[in-house]
T-cell receptor, first 116, second 113 residues
Framework: GAVVSQHPSWVICKSGTSVKIECRSL??????MFWYRQFPKQSLMLMAT?????????EQGVEKDKFLINHASLTLSTLTVTSAHPEDSSFYIC????????????FGDGTRLSIL | AQKVTQAQTEISVVEKEDVTLDCVYE???????LFWYKQPPSGELVFLIR??????QNEISGRYSWNFQKSTSSFNFTITASQVVDSAVYFC??????????FGPGTRLSVLP
């Protein structure tokens, strides 16, 4: 089946640093990728959607200058949390889809980000 | 607008009991998809089922079964003879045609030995 690999799975860093999370589709072309954020004991909230080669579309309330998304190829999208602060600590999950809106969407295993 | 309600925040059962997780959805689309995902403590989302709006047949997969009732906009999930390994957070989600996923708040299931 379709596999989405997310790296790293866990990262701890100091406040003020920037953190990059990678999301790769291993056996299919991800024309569209999604980034979600999940705070403890809460549901997944969509942050942004990106199509390969295009700028990401951010959901309301998500700072695009804070959360930089790059979807430069059909198999890789990156999320960079710039100047991370403790309130950015969360579980970040990427998802990828090959084709139109009604195609299956596959989820990565998530990245647990802890900012000290 | 799309919305998913999972009224049960937390459920505890004893092993071997049956348990039903409720899901009520809202969507304006006539074509839509419903999903259930399991999220164990390790965090990854485990896909359980996808059902489209035109298929109201109930489905059984091992100890899992799903009851789709379009008339009440419900897509309930039953685990028969629950096991400790079933302990997880379960999310119901809806996606209208051309829309993004909307997840429910989740139900935390604890199966006690």
């Amino acid at each position: 089946g379709a596999v989405v690999s997310q790296h790293p799975s866990w990262v701890i860093c100091k406040s003020g640093t920037s953190v990059k999370i990678e999301c790769r589709s291993l056996d299919f072309q991800a024309t569209t990728m999604f980034w979600y954020r999940q705070f403890p004991k809460q549901s997944l909230m969509l942050m942004a959607t990106s199509n390969e080669g295009s700028k990401a579309t951010y959901e309301q309330g998500v700072e695009k200058d804070k959360f930089l998304i790059n979807h430069a190829s059909l198999t890789l999208s990156t999320l960079t949390v710039t100047s991370a602060h403790p309130e950015d600590s969360s579980f970040y999950i990427c998802s990828a889809r090959d084709g139109g809106a009604n195609q299956p969407q596959h989820f990565g295993d998530g990245t647990r980000l802890s900012i000290l | 607008a799309q919305k998913v309600t999972q009224a049960q925040t937390e459920i505890s059962v004893v092993e071997k009991e049956d348990v039903t997780l409720d899901c009520v959805y809202e969507t304006r689309d006539t074509t839509y998809y419903l999903f259930w995902y399991k999220q164990p403590p390790s965090g990854e989302l485990v896909f359980l089922i996808r059902r489209n709006s035109f298929d109201e047949q109930n489905e059984i997969s091992g100890r899992y079964s799903w009851n789709f009732q379009k008339s009440t906009s419900s897509f309930n999930f039953t685990i028969t003879a629950s096991q400790v390994v079933d302990s997880a957070v379960y999310f119901c989600a809806v996606r209208g045609e051309g829309q993004n996923f909307v997840f429910g708040p989740g139900t935390r299931l604890s199966v006690l030995p």
